[in-house]
């Protein structure tokens, strides 16, 4: 049971859900899976006074539209994604991802929205209070980070944990948002803000209607790695997407895109990086070191800035080698 | 930050309760909760059914699970209200009386279950990927099963109870 009450409404669509969101202010919360939502509120982290749930509207499958592009309903369960076949066919990178999501129930009550605006995370922060052995943490109203003493003193040093959407990143995929004065459309990086106390740039009242991803190019390849401490049901300790084309001699890189999670409050991309792999030979070993140097992890879930380095250094250069093979048609 | 005053309050006026219904194990019921109150709790405390386990209480040990419509859920994270009219099936639906189903047979040939807790979850787990997929090779198994926790760690002869029941060459144990 939740420890406090709160009221609960189930539109029928999501422009009554953004009208329900509007009305009560900053104050509700859309509910969809649930899966992040509800710890996050039997801990007291989040109190809403009015839970919109979109559990009553039916998603609509993934499809494709007429410029090649493919539509996915930010409703879509992530069990959903990992099993339509057009998914698995056209974009495997974003099935995989879906499918490393923690266990086999929280992706059947998950959405691909939920997964996208899932809350920064913190092992000081995502408890009760009453375990805040101090004062409450910065982002939980306190004065300074305590976790971190070393942290400045206004920033939040929780960690944006999603699997899928470094990978929607790295695709260039766009946002349809709904808001109570219609659509707007943005794209996938601009979601974020970079800010641990309020990682999204969305409104109060603004919801995640779909996500486009358009067609990938020729000789394109892909590399998706997730470490974990345990393989199954866990978030991720650092997340790496690299996705790259390349020439038609199948050697040269024409460009790339490497993109973290996990490591950040938000998605963190080494660009110096990326802008000396275009139109060059790659040399992963290389790469992995520039990349591993450009960005700057956050120590989290006790895995400290050393640890996190060395293991973006020594994946990013497995994950560049099984990119380049993929582009090459060799895996 | 959101100082909670008032505990049981919004805005100074108690939450509507809701009446809900929903068929639990073919039995259609009808429950009074408020929106706080989680499927878990209404299956447990209004309905009576025990067998299905309270774990960590934040949607990670998979003792809770339950099918909602056919599909594992974890009903410790999930609100009763969110379940109006739905079709929930718990481990109580598998026994037929006294006599248990071959998956539970399964469960007792192989030492699957040990201090029991995560048992209830590991079965309507089990019972949703056989009803999904017949013949699962132990990586299906391994990977439907990841959301449930068996923390006196008999995890192998879990996985040999549901190749034992899915007919693929695993024997019951002598005893």
Partial sequence: ?331 | MNQINDRTTVNGKKSRSRVLEMSINGEAHEITVKPRVMLLEAIREKIGLTGTKDGCESGTCGACTVLVDGQPTLSCITLAVECEDKNIRTVEDLADGENLNYLQEAFLDQGGTQCGFCTPGMLMSATALLEKNPKPTRDDINKALEGNLCRCTGYNSIVDSILQVSDQGVKPRLL
């Fill in chain 1, 1 to 331: 049971m939740i420890l406090y009450d709160f009221e609960y409404e189930r539109p029928g669509s999501l422009k009554e859900a953004t009208a329900l969101l509007n009305e009560t202010g900053g104050d509700a919360q859309l509910l969809a899976g649930g899966t992040d939502l509800m710890p996050n509120m039997r801990v007291e982290v989040v109190t809403p006074s009015l839970l919109v749930s979109v559990s009553g509207i039916e998603p609509a499958a993934p499809e494709k539209c007429a410029d090649g592009s493919i539509r996915i309903d930010s409703l879509t369960k992530l069990s959903d994604l990992v099993d339509a076949e057009l998914i698995q066919n056209e974009l495997p990178m974003l099935a995989e991802s879906a499918h490393t999501v923690a266990s086999n129930q929280v992706r059947v009550m998950g959405t691909l929205g939920g997964n996208l605006c899932q809350e920064t995370r913190c092992l000081y922060y995502n408890q009760k209070h009453d375990y805040q052995f101090v004062e409450p943490c910065y982002k939980r109203g306190g004065d300074c980070c305590y976790p971190f003493p070393g942290n400045d003193r206004d920033v939040c040093w929780a960690v944006y944990m999603s699997d899928i959407a470094p990978v929607l990143i790295a695709l260039d995929a766009k946002l349809e948002i709904l808001g109570p004065d219609g659509t707007r459309e943005i794209a996938m990086a601009d979601l974020y803000t970079g800010d641990g106390m309020n990682p999204f740039t969305l409104g109060t009242a603004e919801i995640i209607q779909a996500i486009f991803v358009p067609p990938v190019p020729e000789r394109f390849g892909w590399g998706y790695h997730k470490t974990t401490v345990r393989g199954g049901l866990d978030f991720g300790t650092a997340i790496i997407v690299i996705v790259l084309q390349l020439a038609e001699d199948g050697e040269t890189c024409c460009w790339a895109k490497i993109v973290y999670s996990a490591v950040g409050q938000g998605p963190l991309r080494p660009t110096t990086t990326e802008l000396s792999m275009e139109d060059a030979v790659l040399d992963p070993a290389l790469i992995a070191v520039a990349a591993s140097q450009e960005i700057s992890p956050l120590p989290h879930h006790g895995f400290n800035k050393g640890f996190l380095r060395e293991n973006i250094r020594v994946y990013t250069e497995r994950t560049l080698v099984s990119a380049i093979e993929c582009a090459q048609g060799k895996i």
